[in-house]
């Protein structure tokens, strides 16, 4: 109590401009903010305070009666003036659904949403699912249940996860997608992902621009952007790759599953098959490195007779001997970029159909240089 009013003695300045009233409201009002006098307090009254502070009563119970009506003070009657304890308010939720197979590569965007959206005071709620989710449960009632004000959900390609988005746009419930393009012609919530088409360009530029004329790809799917990438770059350039050099492993899964498949039996047969390649393009990282191991068993020196590089960097890639190029995404990007639209679609609804693509860079490392014309595999000029 004696600090308020020392406090207060200290901050209002008899003879100024500023009303002695508002001088006294503004100092309380700093206290509490600052939590010098707490929730629950009890505060000199204005009969009290006036005496101490030698002022009219009528000054100090203005100020007083404005920080009743800001709600930051209350008088009790035969107890006295207090600092009112408020209300906690609830901090609205957002969820982030994602297929569980994919954890570790959402881990990081899921944290980066969190910070992000703590600072616009959101919390987030974290729903993994497996793939038969949107079979078993109702979206649209699972979003309420949890109380949701939106989400942010990376899709799967099934039938029912098409469905469960289109009720979700019907009721016009906040969300937007992250990820890949799937049902991108169907569904108008925004999107957002990488720009895999202008990945694969980049790393063809990158290659083409070494001196490499014969790269090789292994996708994860046929007719994917990756791939139609892939062909219209030579296509711009005049050429035409052998069909050979492009191969999709058609696989889909978990680190854990990425790790059985037969990544040094499709490596072996692949570069037994396209010996004239002087660069190789890698889709996942896991079959990557598997490429990686077999060339070096195989006797080919990377990068001098055979230049490597992935399309996704993972933990691991700077380790390798020698470390791969790859072309990094940035969660952090990916996230907020996803916050963002999502704030928009609360606050204006789903206005026109909004894809953002998000540029790779490219992380330079010892896997690719240019083609060693004392290798057996020559430049096709």
């Known amino acids: 109590m004696e600090e308020i009013i020392e406090r207060l003695k200290n901050g209002v300045e008899k003879g100024h401009p500023i009303p002695i009233y508002y001088q006294i409201e503004k100092k309380v009002e700093e206290m509490i903010e600052k939590k010098i006098i707490l929730p629950g307090e009890r505060i000199p009254g204005d009969i009290e305070l006036s005496k101490s502070l030698n002022v009219s009563h009528i000054t100090v119970r203005k100020a007083f009666s404005r920080l009743i009506e800001k709600g930051l003070i209350e008088r009790i009657p035969g107890a006295g003036t207090f600092v009112k304890e408020r209300k906690k308010e609830s901090i609205p939720n957002i969820g982030f659904f994602y297929i569980l197979e ?18 616009y005071n959101y919390d987030l709620k974290i729903i993994g699912y497996e793939k038969d989710f949107f079979e078993k449960v109702d979206i649209y009632e699972e979003v ?6 939106g989400a942010i959900i990376q899709p799967i390609i099934t039938d029912w996860c098409k469905e469960a988005l289109i009720k979700l746009e019907e009721k016009n419930f906040p969300h937007v997608r992250i990820g890949s393009g799937i049902f991108i012609d169907e569904l108008k919530a925004p999107l957002v992902r990488g720009d895999d088409y202008q990945r694969i360009r980049d790393a063809l530029n990158y290659l083409w621009k070494y001196g490499h004329r014969s790269i090789g790809i292994i996708v994860n799917y046929k007719n994917s952007e990756t791939e139609k990438g892939y062909y219209n770059f030579y296509l711009e350039k005049g050429k035409k790759p052998e069909r050979k050099w492009c191969m999709s492993v058609e696989f889909s899964g978990p680190p854990d599953k990425w790790e059985k498949l037969p990544g040094a039996q499709i490596a072996r047969g692949y570069l037994d098959q396209n010996p004239d390649i002087t660069a190789l393009i890698v889709e996942h990282p896991s079959v990557c490195i598997d490429f990686l191991k077999q060339a070096i068993l195989m006797g080919k020196k990377v990068p001098e007779c055979l230049s490597i590089m992935c399309l996704s960097d993972w933990e691991g890639m700077d380790a390798t001997f020698p470390a791969i190029t790859s072309m990094y995404l940035s969660d952090k990007e990916m996230s907020e970029s996803a916050c963002d639209l999502l704030f928009d679609v609360i606050k204006n609804g789903f206005q026109k159909k909004i894809i953002k693509k998000i540029k790779y860079k490219l992380i330079e490392r010892e896997s690719v240089t240019a083609p060693s014309i004392n290798s057996e595999n020559l430049i096709k000029k």
């Open 102 to 119: 994919a954890e570790i590569i959402m881990l990081r965007r899921i944290e980066f949403t969190q910070r992000y959206l703590t600072k």
């Open 144 to 149: 309420h249940r949890k109380n949701l004000k």
